[in-house]
């Protein structure tokens, strides 16, 4: 079957850095995506994995190990609106193109 | 340039009553999907069109229905809604293939109550 695993909550402090972990278990694996989420709001895009190693992109940094099944999202000094749920999505093929999400990390940044 | 827009934003059902959610998109994406968001399960499929005129079962398709009839929407039916239902309706689309450009894109969301 088709599984992603991340915490449901973390905390952290204003100007901090929160690495969120992710790790899956699928087939025809084709790609990594993180999207942040806000309350009430509809995901949007923060990154993207499909080679092992880190891509970074200003505070936001992604990291992606295929043969270990594991990603992380790095998020560096942080700010009170970096709130938000974060998703871990695997985009998977097999003839057409499909997600499948995890359950969402709730990011909570205290002043 | 919208994006992707869905109708309504929110709407009260009550158990047996059917309606029509409608996506639309103006991105000429050729992969459209639906998705429903419940707390604590995350975001789970019900049902995805590669293309205008084609329709596939997601990961939890059962009381639902879809059409996709024109490239830009994509419409999401319920025949007899259950109060099972009430959730947050997100639809979203890519324009299909590999690459970071490939990210999905999703419209605000549908909150839908059923009693």
């Known amino acids: 079957g088709q599984n992603i695993d991340q915490p449901t909550e973390m905390t952290a402090t204003e100007g901090a850095i929160v690495q969120i972990n992710c790790t899956y278990q699928?087939?025809?694996?084709?790609?990594l995506f993180w999207y942040q989420q806000h309350a009430g709001e509809a995901p949007t895009f923060l990154s993207y994995n499909v080679l092992d190693g880190l891509e970074e992109k200003g505070r936001f940094s992604s990291f992606l190990s295929r043969s270990k099944g594991y990603s992380y999202l790095l998020l560096k000094e942080l700010q009170m609106k970096d709130s938000a749920s974060y998703l871990c999505a695997v985009r998977v093929y097999s003839g057409t193109y499909k997600y499948i999400f995890g359950t969402g990390t709730r990011l909570k940044v205290l002043a | 340039n919208a994006g992707v827009t869905q109708t309504p934003k929110f709407r009260v059902l009550k158990t047996g009553q059917s309606m029509t959610l409608l996506c639309a998109q103006d991105?000429?994406?050729?992969?459209m999907y639906w998705y429903r968001q419940d707390p604590g399960m995350g975001l789970r499929l019900i049902h995805y069109s590669v293309g205008e005129g084609t329709t596939a079962k997601g990961e939890v398709p059962d009381g639902y229905n879809v059409s996709r009839l024109k490239k830009q929407n994509f419409l999401l039916g319920l025949e007899s809604a259950a109060p099972s239902q009430t959730s947050v309706y997100f639809c979203a689309s890519s324009p299909g293939g590999e690459g970071k450009k490939e990210t999905q894109y999703f419209g605000p969301g549908t909150r839908l109550l059923v009693l």
């Open positions: 991105m000429n994406h050729e992969y």
């Open positions: 699928t087939s025809g694996f084709n790609g």
